[in-house]
């Protein structure tokens, strides 16, 4: 999905000798309110409060590692990285080359329209004469060539260009994740709207390499634990309100 210069961002004290090794967390810092820098130039979100548990259930200090997101998978396989918390879809050509958790996310592929656009779902969408952009890399552009048979498919890098088709008119859709729909919605409300009834859904979870079994093992605990414990309830009210309120209007399942 989203592109960024790397950058290591490490979020715990100087390792001294005999220290526990850090858990070098790759995430890919430009996708709010999931994983983002803070005011403060340190990183911020869901993911990073995600990650920060695990390291504290496990014992160790936390190194987050700022990656393009289409990086995060070479830089795991070469261990460069521990673990991936990057608003990763666990999809089955993904499931090949790493190793996924329990889902902890449960979302889906949603599209963004012009404010004046009649389309209510997507055979309204995909029609002779209509193009849809979809971001590069992403599971709404699989998605597009997958099932999109009659609109022109227009394949775009970055998420704001992608919204800028839609907002000026040059595109009828924007097919991406429900929260960056509703985010892109929200921002440019007289000019786009969102269609949040999911055209496929999908799930997040935590990406390790798959000869890691300990890893894995202790990341599924954590999440078990992290969910009783009532943590992403807290997460939903704390980032996720507005989302929460507009999903529940359109009947919508919510995310966690």
């Known amino acids: 999905m989203r592109h960024f210069l790397a950058a290591i961002l490490v979020l715990a004290s100087p390792l001294w000798a005999g220290e526990p090794l850090p858990l070098r967390v ?4 430009s996708y709010p ?19 920060r548990g695990l390291a504290s259930r496990l014992g160790r200090p936390l190194q987050i590692e ?14 460069k990285i521990d673990i991936i918390i990057s608003s990763m879809t666990a999809t089955p050509e993904r499931a090949k080359v790493v190793a996924f958790s329990n889902p902890y996310l449960t979302t889906g592929l949603a599209a963004l329209v012009p404010a004046a656009s ?8 995909d029609q002779a004469g209509r193009t849809i952009v979809v971001r590069q890399g992403t599971t709404g552009e699989v998605f ?4 999109i048979r009659k609109a022109r498919i227009l394949t775009l890098e970055k998420e704001n260009a992608c919204v800028l088709e839609v907002a000026q008119g040059k595109a009828d859709a924007f097919i991406y994740d429900q929260m960056s729909v509703f985010q892109n919605a929200k921002r440019n409300p007289e000019k786009t709207r969102a269609l949040l009834a999911p055209l496929q859904t999908e799930s997040w979870a935590i990406a390790l390499r798959p000869d890691d079994t300990e890893l894995l093992e202790q990341s599924n605990a954590f999440l078990d634990e ?3 414990s009532g943590g992403f309830d807290r997460l939903a009210s704390e980032y996720l309100a507005g989302e929460k309120a507009a999903f529940a209007a359109q009947g919508i399942p919510f995310l966690f």
């Open 144 to 147: 597009a060539r997958q099932n």
């Open 33 to 51: 309110p999931f994983e983002t820098l803070g005011p403060d130039g340190q990183p911020a979100g869901i993911s990073v409060e995600l990650a």
């Open 226 to 228: 992290f969910r009783a």
């Open 118 to 125: 009649s389309a209510d779902n997507l055979s309204d969408i």
């Open 26 to 29: 790759g995430m890919d810092l």
């Open 66 to 79: 700022n990656i393009p997101f289409t990086g995060l998978i070479p830089s795991l396989k070469s261990q």
